[in-house]
């Protein structure tokens, strides 16, 4: 990677980190969602893809340097809109093929 695109990324996930952790981001907010099953599928394979990098250069930049706490609720809101879709096993038995 050259320097000028290092600097690039270095530069957005400062800025990523900072929005993040500005004062109120941390509060919770309450949303009501009438997604359709289709887009809980989705939902929950994109957070299952970008939670579970595992190779630094794979990695999102806004999730590199996120604790594994916030990690954490992506997941635990991924599998509750599984189980409010009653799509869990649906989704489990997807992964296999």
Not at 51 to 68: A, Q, Y
Not at 71 to 94: A, P, Q, R, T, W
């Amino acid at each position: 990677m050259s320097s000028g695109a290092n600097e690039k990324t270095t530069s957005r996930t400062k800025i990523f980190e900072t929005i993040l952790r500005s004062p109120g981001m941390g509060e919770s907010c309450k949303i009501v969602l009438n997604p359709t099953r289709q887009t809980i599928l989705l939902l929950a394979r994109l957070i299952e893809n970008g939670v579970g990098k595992k190779e630094e250069k794979d990695k999102d930049e806004m999730l590199s340097f996120l604790p594994e706490d916030a990690l954490n609720e992506l997941k635990s809101i991924s599998e509750e809109l599984l189980k409010k879709g009653g799509l869990v096993d649906f989704y489990e038995h997807m992964k296999q093929l």
